[in-house]
């Protein structure tokens, strides 16, 4: 019923910044969390960042005072801007999209960020 598609993946140098998009098809009007979530191969998918419908926000320690999410709630658009890329950044990035009430995961086709010198 909904679909996430996201942009914004690549390679970086250490250091370097990326901006992460991801956009759904259509709007939830109910209570709802945006973010993303990132896996290495053959380790624990983890969060990076989510932010919900009213605002509140979760980053995991690793990316905190480097990355930040943000929504456009009219475009139905969430983003992750990340600075100050370290190569254990170096992971595929899924959106996510969560309805409260019902506890419904929709997820985003993955976009690869690699930070590599």
């Known amino acids: 019923q909904v679909q996430l598609v996201e942009s914004g993946g690549g390679l970086v140098q250490p250091g370097g910044s990326l901006r992460l998009s991801c956009t759904a098809s259509r709007n939830i009007f109910s209570p709802n969390a945006m973010g993303w979530y990132r896996q290495v191969p053959g380790k624990q998918r983890e969060l990076v960042a989510i932010?919900?419908?009213?605002?509140?926000?979760n980053y995991a320690d690793s990316v905190k005072g480097r990355f930040t999410i943000s929504r456009d709630n009219a475009q139905n658009t969430v983003y992750l801007q990340m600075n100050s890329l370290k190569p254990e950044d170096t992971a595929v990035y899924y959106c996510?999209?969560?309805?409260?009430?019902?506890?419904?995961?929709?997820w985003g086709q993955g976009t690869q960020v690699t930070v590599s010198s």
């Open positions: 996510n999209l969560r309805v409260i009430i019902s506890g419904q995961d929709y």
């Open positions: 932010m919900a419908s009213g605002g509140s926000t």
